[in-house]
């Protein structure tokens, strides 16, 4: 049995990686069989990581060719990590190659990929990598002030937060800055308020953010996503351009700092939507993988006809023509990927990654706990990491539940038919459905 006083931390923590997908009890009798195996000769953060792995890759196998081309893979009993690697292509239009990825083209369940070039992360993913997005001087510069503001600035903090009803911590420290006057931002997560510490705070923060900005809703057009947020039978549209009006920043000091596999609360950010992560300093991996049972053989439209796109992104079309794509780029011909299957992603210092819609739907990501990785001149192991979201008026009051605290919004698909019908957005108590914490609190968005 694992001692106690060590037991709730490491429960804590597998609560925090593995989030709401394996029951309190699982984790428990795995945690204690792991322990009892492995106390003799590992920390307690290798027995954590081996629970982790354990549970993630339950069923694993060696391809003997390329696992993404090949379906025939001989069954070994070690978890494997494949690297996926084609020619380095500067994306043109990820979608387009979406559409040509193959049905057979799923990757193998239990084993991790990872995604070592932009085509991949955008031929398995609804994301783009653009690794030197900002250069090496711009992102020293920005590596600079994110290190400065996380030592001196008190907004920097631990962030508290619920799952299966039990209070956890997160291991690294988050700041929130904004591009909103005060007033205009009101934003809880978790039941606390947020603070946010203005973009103008620094030239070189407000400079990379007009980037961004720009970049993405270029990003958005030439891709032609959907921002139109259909839901149930009322459409909340979004008009305008892409505007990361707010960010998350992250700061992660060393390989145990981590956040748990999560999907970005889509509160104040409405359904379908797009955020960009700006990395820094040290080269940590983001890890992805499918939200289980979510949606099985669900269809994205991205685009019904060009008109949307004029509608909803409102950029006058002079400024860059649209090119008429026959096939619409929709995600129907995402590769399928079980839950177990964990993508991975590097992510160096100056790239850039834009999650599209149905990332924060289907998708959960996470930084992993990691003994070897690339430090940064810098920073050393230290990394940073700010993702750039749009706040949204339409949806910056949601409701209070009985505990009196604001709702998270999240999404659910009703059944596997594929159609947009069965995408469905609810609030609920973010303190959970139990007795002694939330109070079961649920309510369809409108
Ligand atoms: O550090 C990262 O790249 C991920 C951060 C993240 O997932 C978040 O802020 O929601
Ligand atoms: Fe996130």
Known sequence: ??????????LAQLIEFLGDEHSIEKLSSTLDETWSQLSAIASPQDVIQSVIERLLSTDSFTPETDPIAS???????????????????????AFERLFKASASAAPASGLTHSLLTAENVSAHLPCELFPGWLSPTDSDSLLRFLMQSAKENDLWAVTKYYINEREVLTSHKSAIFVDL???????????SDSKGIPYSSSKVLLETSRRVNAFVTQRIRDLRVRLET????????????????????????HGKQTTGFHADSLAYIGPRCVIASLSVGATRTFRIRRVKGAAKGYVWDFLEDDKVVEDTVGVAEAETP?????????????????????????????????????????????IGPEKHFQGHPISGLARYNLTFRMYRR?????????????????????????????EKYYYSCVLGRGEQLGCGFFEWLK
């Open 230 to 253: 259909t839901v149930s039978k009322s459409p909340v549209e979004m008009n305008g351009t892409w505007t990361g009006n707010f960010c998350v920043a992250n700061e992660y000091l």
């Open 71 to 93: 379906p025939n893979h001989k069954r070994q009993k070690t978890s494997e990590t494949v690297q996926t690697q084609t020619e380095p292509n500067k994306p043109e239009n």
């Open 322 to 366: 649209l090119t008429k794509h026959p096939d619409n780029h929709c995600l129907k011909n995402l590769p399928s990927a079980s839950s177990d299957t964990v993508f991975s992603i590097k992510l160096p210092h100056g790239s850039l990654l834009i999650m599209y819609p149905p990332m924060q739907e289907l998708y959960k990501h996470e």
């Open 394 to 422: 339409e949806f910056e009051n949601p409701p209070f539940c009985k505990c009196g605290v604001r709702t998270d919004l999240k999404p659910v698909f009703k059944g596997s038919s594929g159609s947009k019908r069965d």
């Open 181 to 191: 006057a005060e007033r205009d931002f009101r934003h809880t997560f978790q039941g």
């Open 1 to 10: 049995m694992t001692p106690t006083h060590n037991r709730d931390a490491m």
